[in-house]
């Protein structure tokens, strides 16, 4: 299964897309059936559209099967 990292905030780790998936081992990265999964966009800008898991848009929210994320380090 490809992995998509969390940080890029695509359509694969937004709350939003309802496209099979599940959270990677670490948290830091969603697992997707293949490159061209599709799912529906369900209340964001994409509302009732087909979207592909790496496509992106400014409304991403962190999916919330996915482990908060890392504090970052400050030193």
Not at 14 to 22: M, Q
Not at 32 to 44: F, R
Request: aromatic letters at 6%; a positive charge.
């Amino acid at each position: 299964m490809p992995e998509q990292a969390v940080d890029r905030r695509r359509c694969a780790s937004c709350e939003r897309w309802s496209g099979a998936r599940s959270a990677g081992g670490d948290g830091a990265s969603v697992l997707i059936a293949s490159e061209t999964a599709t799912g529906t966009c369900v209340g964001g800008p994409w509302d009732g559209s087909e979207r592909r898991a790496r496509s992106a848009c400014g409304q991403w929210l962190r999916w919330q099967a996915l482990p908060p994320p890392a504090p970052e380090r400050t030193e």
